[in-house]
Structures are given as structure tokens and as C-alpha cells.
């Protein structure tokens, strides 16, 4: 009866060992599998080939003769991008897929990469995750453009050139339709062909007003609205008029009785003001100081009997005061330049400023000997001029 | 030191004379007022390293200062303004975001790389160089009433086709000489844009001088346009030769 006994305990015994035995490969704590995600860009795009990379891993606990088998699954929110078997065992602890995948929509996404490993105990290591954001086909770079793309740039760059060069050649007539409403327009027409563009073609970036105001750099804006300010104050405040007076009173100033500046320097130094005090619009000191250009030009034409150097004097003064615009620290053209070549404020100034000097120096000697533009109000002393020329020329011929 | 009372006396008057409400204390007022200016202009010039104040700020303040010591109002201010320049500048930015987006600048720099490498017979027509020429000049060519309607527009281009330039002889991306060929494009397209209002017959301010001389309309023009053409070349070799000025 014991013998029966012990027999039923040992039988029992080596059933539950033997059980025992073949549940362990299936439920034993040795296998665990980890899985890791990754791809090859972080900001896709929309169309492009993303390859996508998984790496499924033992985490060192199986033993020789074991195996872990098991299916690896990547989705993009929900939907599966690809699967792949795999079998691990102590003398192969990793295996690593690559699947490729297309982005079919803008914005963000998710990639989840899912390990389904049999008997895998620990199932927090079975799943890795991966945000994306899937941004607008780009491929704007040079020579890379689709053929779409291409004509919308090409239309855009001759809407533009058509509007310069039709404002300019007068087909466009100014009284009706100025430039600049012109060009606000011609904006317009852009956003709408690349809108079309954007329907055939991903390639092209479709954009609106947004868009659009994210590209405007407000500094030069900003700058130039406070240099009218400081202009408009100063105009307010009769600089303008004190400058003129300061001209005036250098023309008379002597040393010695020698004069210092006289009429000649004096006409040169008023042709360079716009310059020497650059404005961000050239038009502030043109209109402010013609009548003392106009006054001094006049004052030249009669000293040196010549009625045709006052319009020298003025469009000297005048060229001067239209490139003034690129120099000026307070809202000058330059410094749109300056901020987008990331150069320090004014260093594209004093090259201006020279080449200004002698631009100014070459209107006049153009005016002076190839234009020679005499003002109808002085015409009549120019006759006499010339005639009074040819009486001396006569009399040196004849003498 | 009766001499030295006596400047101090002349000075007194001239600022005492600067709060009669009469033409002369105006004209007094103007010179205090364009001294301020001046001055402060030069100390932001010759100071830039230590101010870090942005440059809008500086002229608000000062433009606070002047109205008060020349004694003008809101409406004197705001009569001063010119809108124009300001509207140009606005339609020059929204035509440059417009061409930027619709890759319009990917197209110019495509279209003036290909003018750049033409050859006939194995000889460039333009080259690089010419094409440089060209694109610095076209605001002279192509006179606009405002020079930021063009230098607005097309400065990025200018920008973009600098660095290819640069990339056509060589010059990687740390190079010096790399900055200072793309300032000197830049410089020159810049001296031209800003001076292009000068000739331009669409309302340019050679048409001030015109009308106030009686001349015909676009008579100061090629006059105006030879000066700037020199002026561009001159800032070009300036910027090249002697500022030589490199990127932040």
C-alpha cells in the first residue's frame, strides 16, 4: 500500500517534471525580444521614398538551443506599411528589417513598429514608436524643378519682367495704372497660377496671403517709416531752410578776404549734401533744397556767362540726391542688402557714398559737354552767348 | 578772455534768439535741430560696435527731440511724410514673396547660370563676369520711379546668383573671398537700384528738375544714367578692394 503510494507520489512527481518540461520552452522567462524604429529623414515629404528601418533584438536571455520566433509589423496611423518573420537564437540576437515607405499626406504621422514574439514575457520592449511631419514636396533647388514647377516659375519671373518693362515703355500708362498696384496685382495673379500649379503638380507650393507676409521683412519697413519720421521732423522744424542759409553764408565766408569756399566749391558741396546727409528717400532732400539748387545754379550760369550750367548744377544735385537712398543708415535701400548678406550695418555704405561723389561729378561733365540742356526762360542769353562766342572767334581769325 | 566772453555771449544770444516765434528763431531752431541730427547720426555711425539699441529706436527718440526744440506739431510731422517710397518698398516685398514662392528665383538663377556658361564657337559670350554686369545694372536699365520696387524684387536673385558665382571660381563656403564677391555683387545692385529713381521717366526725381527748369521729360535722363553706371563699377571695386566687408 505504500509501495503504491509511493509509487502514485513518484509517478505524480515525473508527470509534473515531465509537464513541467515541455511548458517551459513556451512560457519560460528566457525570451525577450526588443524592437527599435528609425528612419532615414526626420521631415519627409510629401511623394518622397522614406526608408524605414527595424531592429528587432534578444535582450541576451536566451540560451544556447532556444529560439524565439516571432513576425515584426511597422503601420503609419493604422495602416500597415509592411511585415516581416524573424527567428532568433543565441547565436543570432538581432535580425533588421528595412521598409520603404511613401508619405501620401501633409502634417503629422506616426510609425509604430510592433514585435509579436511567442512567449516573449516582457511585452513593454515589444513596441517602439516614431513622430514624423510630413511636410510639402519641395525640390526647388536649381535644375531640380518638375516640369510644373518650372512653368510656374517661369510665368511668375515674366508677369514680373512684362509689368517692369510695360510700366516703363509706357504700355502701361501710368495715370491709370501705377507700378506699385500694378505689382500688388501681378502678386495676385502669381498666388493664383501657383494655386493652379499646386492642383496638377505636389511640387509646387500653393500659398496665400499668409504665406505671403511671412516672406515681408519688416526692419527696412520699420526703418524706413522712422527715417520719413526723423525727415518730417526735421522739415517741421526749418533744418531744410537752416541748411539752405548755411550754404548761402559759406559762399561769403572769407579768410583774409580770400574766400574759402566761393560760388564753385560751394555748388559742389550742394550737389554732395544729399549724400553727406543720406536720407531713406532721396526725393526728402531733392525737394527741400531745389530752390537753393536752382538759386546757386543760376548764380553759376551768370558768373560764368554760360546759361546751360544750371541744369548742370541741378541734375548734378539731383543724381546725387536719388542714389542718396542706398547709403542711408536710417532706412536706406543698403541695408535690405546688408541684413540678407548678414554683413554688419554700413559697411555697403561708404562704397556708395564714393562712388556717389564721382557719379556726381560725371552727370555734370555729361550734361556740361554731351546733353547740354539749356532751360527755355534763358534761352535768349545763350543766344547772345553763342553769338558773342562767334564774334571772337571771327576777330582772333581775322586779327 | 574778452574775446573768449564775447563767444560765450553770441552763443547765449543765438540760443536765446532760437525761442522767438519769428522767421529768424525758426531759422535758429532749424540749425540746432540739423547740428542734433547730424551729430547723432555720426556717433551711431562711429558707434555702432557699442550701441546695441536698433537704429528706429534711436530716431524716434530724436525725432521726439527735434519736434520739441523746433517746436512743430503732430500735423507738421505727419504733413512731411512721403508715402510713396513706403508703398513701393511694400509692393516690392510682396512681388519678391509672390516670385519666391512661385520659384520664380530658382528660375532667374537657372536662366542667368545657362547665360553665364553659353559659348559660341568654344568662346563665352557673357561669362560670369558679364552676366554679373548686367544684373548689377539692370535698375539703371529698367528705371523704376522708386529703386526698391526693383532692389526689393530682385535682391534675393542677386544674392542667390552671388553665391553660384562665387561657386563658378571656386570659393567654398568659409572663404573670404567668397563673402566679399557676393557683398560686391550686392553693393553694386544696391548703388544702382538706389540711384535708378533718378532717371526713371515714370515719375523719377529727375522730373522735379525737369519740370523746374522747363526741359522735355527724360532730357536729364542718359546724363543721369552714364553717372550711375560709373558709380555702380566704382562701389563694386571699393566694396572688393578696400572695405572688403565679411558676413556675420
Known amino acids: 500500500m505504500l509501495v503504491n503510494r509511493a509509487t502514485t507520489v513518484c509517478l505524480a512527481l515525473l508527470?509534473?517534471?515531465?509537464?513541467?518540461?515541455?511548458?517551459?520552452?513556451?512560457?519560460?522567462?528566457t525570451i525577450d525580444v526588443a524592437v527599435d524604429l528609425s528612419a532615414n529623414v526626420q521631415s519627409p515629404v510629401k511623394g518622397s521614398n522614406v526608408t524605414v528601418t527595424v531592429v528587432v533584438q534578444d535582450q541576451g536571455l536566451l540560451a544556447a538551443g532556444e529560439q524565439a520566433v516571432g513576425e515584426v509589423q511597422v503601420r503609419e496611423n493604422g495602416t500597415v506599411i509592411g511585415t516581416a518573420p524573424y527567428t532568433l537564437d543565441a547565436n543570432n540576437r538581432s535580425s533588421t528589417f528595412e521598409f520603404h515607405w511613401t508619405p501620401s499626406e501633409k502634417?503629422?504621422?506616426?510609425?509604430?513598429?510592433?514585435?509579436?514574439?511567442?512567449?516573449?514575457v516582457n511585452v513593454s520592449n515589444d513596441m517602439a514608436s516614431l513622430n514624423l511631419t510630413v511636410g510639402a514636396p519641395k525640390g526647388l533647388a536649381a535644375g531640380e524643378l518638375s516640369t510644373v514647377a518650372t512653368i510656374v516659375g517661369v510665368l511668375a519671373l515674366f508677369i514680373f519682367f512684362f509689368i517692369i518693362i510695360a510700366s516703363t515703355l509706357g504700355w502701361i500708362p501710368q495715370d491709370r495704372l501705377p507700378i506699385q498696384p500694378a505689382l500688388v496685382l501681378a502678386t495676385f495673379v502669381i498666388v493664383a497660377i501657383a494655386f493652379i500649379g499646386g492642383t496638377i503638380d505636389?511640387?509646387?507650393?500653393?500659398?496665400?496671403?499668409?504665406?505671403l507676409a511671412a516672406k515681408i521683412i519688416i526692419h527696412p519697413i520699420s526703418a524706413l517709416i522712422s527715417g520719413?519720421?526723423?525727415a518730417g521732423a526735421l522739415e517741421a522744424a526749418g533744418a531744410f531752410e537752416a541748411a539752405a542759409d548755411g550754404l548761402q553764408r559759406l559762399e561769403r565766408l572769407k579768410i583774409r578776404g580770400t574766400a574759402v569756399f566761393g560760388i564753385t566749391g560751394t555748388v559742389v558741396l550742394l550737389s554732395n549734401v544729399p549724400t553727406i546727409l543720406a536720407m531713406p528717400c532721396g526725393r526728402i532732400l531733392a525737394a527741400a533744397l531745389m530752390p537753393a539748387a536752382l538759386f546757386f545754379g543760376l548764380r553759376v550760369a551768370r558768373m560764368y556767362m554760360m546759361p546751360a550750367l544750371v541744369s548742370v548744377v541741378v541734375f548734378a544735385f539731383i543724381v546725387n540726391a536719388a542714389a542718396s537712398c542706398g547709403p542711408a543708415l536710417i532706412g536706406g535701400i543698403g541695408t535690405i542688402g546688408e541684413g540678407l548678406a548678414a554683413l554688419p550695418t554700413g559697411s555697403l555704405s561708404d562704397a556708395q557714398q564714393i562712388g556717389i561723389l564721382l557719379c556726381t561729378g560725371v552727370t555734370a561733365l555729361v550734361f556740361k559737354w554731351v546733353t547740354i540742356s539749356v532751360p527755355p526762360d534763358l534761352?535768349?542769353?545763350?543766344?547772345?552767348r553763342v553769338e558773342l562766342e562767334r564774334a571772337q572767334k571771327k576777330a582772333e581769325g581775322v586779327s | 578772455m574778452a574775446k573768449k566772453v564775447n563767444i560765450l555771449v553770441r552763443v547765449i544770444r543765438f540760443f536765446k534768439g532760437t525761442f522767438r516765434d519769428d522767421a529768424a528763431g525758426r531759422l535758429k531752431r532749424g540749425y540746432v535741430t540739423l547740428i542734433l541730427f547730424m551729430v547723432v547720426l555720426t556717433l551711431v555711425i562711429m558707434l555702432r560696435a557699442y550701441i546695441h539699441v536698433p537704429i528706429q529706436t534711436i530716431l524716434i527718440i530724436l525725432v521726439i527731440l527735434?519736434?520739441?526744440i523746433g517746436k512743430a506739431k503732430i500735423q507738421d510731422l505727419m504733413a512731411g511724410l512721403i508715402m510713396h517710397p513706403i508703398m513701393a518698398?511694400?509692393?516690392g516685398f510682396l512681388i519678391a514673396g509672390a516670385l519666391g514662392l512661385a520659384g520664380g528665383y530658382d528660375i532667374l538663377l537657372k536662366g542667368l547660370s545657362w547665360l553665364a556658361n553659353l559659348n559660341v564657337a568654344g568662346f563665352a559670350i557673357l561669362g560670369w563676369v558679364g552676366v554679373s554686369v548686367i544684373l548689377a545694372n539692370i535698375p539703371t536699365i529698367m528705371p523704376m520711379p522708386c529703386g526698391r520696387i526693383i532692389g526689393a524684387a530682385l535682391l534675393l536673385g542677386v544674392f542667390l546668383f552671388g553665391t553660384a558665382l562665387a561657386d563658378s571660381y571656386g570659393l567654398g563656403i568659409n572663404s573670404a573671398a567668397r563673402s566679399i564677391m557676393i557683398s560686391s555683387l550686392v553693393a553694386a545692385f544696391i548703388m544702382s537700384a538706389a540711384a535708378s529713381c533718378g532717371p526713371s521717366s515714370l515719375g523719377g526725381i529727375g522730373g522735379i528738375g525737369e519740370g523746374n527748369l522747363g526741359l522735355p521729360i527724360g532730357r536729364s535722363t542718359l546724363a543721369q544714367s552714364a553717372g550711375i553706371l560709373i558709380a555702380t563699377g566704382i562701389a563694386t571695386v571699393i566694396i572688393a578692394i578696400v572695405v572688403q566687408p565679411i558676413s556675420g
Not at chain 1, 515531465?18 to 512560457?27: D, E, I, Q, S
Not at chain 1, 505636389?202 to 504665406?211: C, L, T
Request: charged share 15%; proline share 4%; aromatic share 4%.
Open chain 1, 15 to 29: 508527470a509534473s517534471l515531465l509537464l513541467a518540461g515541455a511548458v517551459l520552452p513556451a512560457a519560460s522567462a
Open chain 1, 107 to 120: 502634417g503629422s504621422c506616426v510609425l509604430v513598429a510592433r514585435a509579436n514574439t511567442t512567449g516573449d
Open chain 1, 202 to 211: 505636389d511640387h509646387v507650393e500653393r500659398f496665400g496671403p499668409q504665406q
Open chain 1, 228 to 230: 520719413f519720421l526723423a
Open chain 1, 379 to 384: 534761352a535768349e542769353e545763350e543766344a547772345e
Open chain 2, 66 to 68: 527735434i519736434m520739441i
Open chain 2, 89 to 91: 518698398m511694400t509692393a
